[in-house]
Nanobody, 125 residues
Framework: QVQLVESGGGLVQAGGSLRLSCAAS????????IGWFRQAPGKERKFVAG???????SYADSVKGRFTISRDNAKNTVYLQMNSLKPEDTALYYC???????????????????WGQGTQVTVSS
């Protein structure tokens, strides 16, 4: 079992930055791929960014060049640095952990076994 807790969300103006954190406890953190997903009201949950056990990363096209995902296995934490935020980035952001996420499947939410409760990001125009 892995417990995930997101933090770092908040209200920011367009063009601003936030850094989200996903702190994990439980089993060996380094054995898990971690994904960030977001869900806006009335919309489906969408992939944002993912980092594999190897440290390689993937991003949704909508955030490429603006968001950066990283992990610190010593601290059992994954970060999502979000720059140049836009109003359309407003959503509830979740992190998820999966131990058997295929290399090309890091964007598929069904690949993940454990989910956090989410942290709200609101970007004002």
């Amino acid at each position: 079992q892995v417990q995930l807790v997101e933090s770092g969300g908040g209200l920011v103006q367009a063009g601003g930055s936030l850094r989200l954190s996903c702190a994990a406890s439980g089993r060996t953190f380094s054995n898990y791929a971690i994904g960030w997903f977001r869900q806006a009201p009335g919309k489906e949950r969408k992939f944002v960014a993912g980092i594999r056990r190897s440290g390689s990363t993937s991003y949704a096209d909508s955030v490429k060049g603006r968001f950066t995902i990283s992990r610190d296995n010593a601290k059992n934490t994954v970060y999502l640095q979000m720059n140049s935020l836009k109003p359309e980035d407003t959503a509830l952001y979740y992190c998820a952990a999966g131990s058997t996420v295929g290399y090309g499947l890091v964007s598929a939410h069904i690949e993940y076994d454990f989910w956090g409760q989410g942290t709200q990001v609101t970007v004002s125009s």
